[in-house]
T-cell receptor, first 115, second 111 residues
């Protein structure tokens, strides 16, 4: 149980375009989902926290107009990277937490490459 | 802001040797979690520690939370090649809802 999926697993896009990444909790309801960014051989940096039905809370230094987060249901959160630039290339990972729980269940991640 | 540092950054051990990674927070924590990320994979939850001085064991893994709740350690006894990966601690500060991940320790086990 407690499986989180992400789609797509890899995406290559051109500079200036937008990319949407989906994060789904497959067998549980996630009231809270987290979006992280991970550079090669580095730690996970929290970008934002999304709660179902409300606006996401962004970490300091993360542009909310560039990284749009929507948590439309208890099983789906999306991250849209708008007007992507090469420096946005990274590994984006989501995690989900069951209501009342403390464990974070991570998705497999999405490798974004902006050319 | 809050920082969570881990040492060492890298560790290479011979199979069968023990391994320890240390996690230090700049602020007092409510609780701490440990995750393992295999190469090319995503983090997988290992354990959560809540109480001051708490010690928990999972087979060959021993987790400890410091008395001051600002540090933690993960000790692996008799490492195996399956232990390869990066181990992250993640700390939760009182009054917040988010975990701050440590810098990670990458373990390589030589057969």
């Amino acid at each position: 149980g407690a499986v989180v999926s992400q789609h797509p697993s890899r995406v290559i896009c051109k500079s200036g375009t937008s990319v949407k990444i989906e994060c789904r909790s497959l067998d549980f309801q996630a009231t809270t989902m987290f979006w992280y960014r991970q550079f090669p051989k580095q730690s996970l940096m929290l970008m934002a926290t999304s709660n179902e039905g409300s606006k996401a809370t962004y970490e300091q230094g993360v542009e909310k107009d560039k990284f749009l987060i929507n948590h439309a249901s208890l099983t789906l959160s999306t991250l849209t990277v708008t007007s992507a630039h090469p420096e946005d290339s990274s590994f984006y990972i989501c995690s989900a937490r069951i209501a009342g729980g403390y464990e974070q269940y991570f998705g497999p991640g999405t490798r974004l490459t902006v050319t | 802001g809050q920082q969570v540092m881990q040492i060492p950054q890298y560790q290479h051990v011979q199979e069968g040797e023990d391994f320890t990674t240390y996690c230090n927070s700049s602020t007092t924590l409510s609780n701490i979690q440990w995750y393992k990320q295999r190469p090319g994979g995503h983090p997988v939850f290992l354990i959560q520690l809540v109480k001051s001085g708490e010690v928990k064991k999972q087979k060959r893994l021993t987790f400890q939370f410091g008395e001051a709740k600002k540090n933690s350690s993960l000790h692996i006894t008799a490492t195996q090649t399956t232990d390869v990966g990066t181990y992250f601690c993640a700390g939760l500060t009182s009054g917040t809802y988010k975990y701050i991940f440590g810098t990670g320790t990458r373990l390589k086990v030589l057969a």
